[in-house]
């Protein structure tokens, strides 16, 4: 059964620097592109990054770009969310996200982070 557990989340000082990891496990990692999405309560969750099956290439959402580095061990079934210069408003959940066709869609539960003095 696929299982995405993520880790990482945390309280932290605006301007400083967090990472996100995301285990994954019952389908074949290295096959498929793999995302984070965050969600503030009371808005749609919204795309952070996404990453090719080989790691080969990735994109990420305006906010992110400069700032977020998203990255992948295929040998390790993880994928990492590195973020840097926190701001408030970066403030979410953060969700791993695995679409592995076929309307296989698979969420984690997702990593609280809280940028605040």
């Known amino acids: 059964q696929v299982q995405l557990v993520e880790s990482g989340g945390g309280l932290v000082q605006p301007g400083t620097s967090l990472r996100l990891s995301c285990a994954a496990s019952?389908?074949?990692?290295?096959?498929?592109?793999m995302s984070w999405y965050r969600q503030v309560p009371g808005k749609d969750r919204e795309l952070v990054a996404t990453?090719?099956?080989?790691?080969?290439?990735?994109t990420y959402e305006d906010f992110g770009k400069g700032r977020f580095t998203i990255s992948r061990d295929n040998a390790k079934n993880t994928v990492d969310l590195q973020m840097n210069s926190l701001k408030p408003e970066d403030t979410a959940v953060y969700y791993c996200?695995?679409?592995?066709?076929?309307?296989?869609?698979?969420w984690g539960r997702g990593t609280q982070v809280t940028v605040s003095n």
């Open positions: 996200y695995a679409d592995l066709g076929f309307a296989r869609w698979y």
């Open positions: 990453i090719n099956s080989d790691g080969g290439r990735t």
């Open positions: 019952g389908f074949i990692f290295r096959n498929y592109a």
